[in-house]
């Protein structure tokens, strides 16, 4: 007689996610590196609030004045790849246009 699905030890869990959907999300420590390494020679400050369920970061001078803190991403957005990317170009854009100098960045996944 075959065992029961339900006896314990055939169960199997069953994974709906394909490796390639897998790949295509970053892990949040990953994310916040690629945000640090996006906006250099200037350093970017990370603060994960998991009660709001997001990620903020301020970008500030060598004497630790912020000079812009307009990134701020939901923790589900920030480990999208896309999503990560977009944000990260479009804070360049704007510390580039008020007179910010950065070192050229392309993301590393």
Do not use: Y
Not at 8 to 19: A, C, Q, S, Y
Not at 55 to 72: M, Q
Not at 76 to 81: K, R
């Amino acid at each position: 007689m075959p065992k029961s699905p339900l006896v314990r030890g055939n169960i199997k869990p069953v994974n709906h996610t394909t490796r390639a959907e897998q790949m295509r999300h970053l892990n949040i420590a990953a994310a916040i590196s690629e945000i640090r390494h996006g906006f250099h020679p200037w350093t970017c400050l990370v603060e994960l609030d998991n009660l709001a369920g997001q990620l903020r970061c301020r970008v500030v001078d060598i004497s630790g004045r912020c000079i812009i803190s307009e990134l701020c991403l939901s923790s589900t957005d920030v480990v999208e790849p896309s999503k990560l990317s977009e944000a990260i170009q479009q804070v360049r854009a704007k510390l580039q246009g008020d007179g910010f100098a950065l070192k050229e960045w392309k993301p590393r996944w």
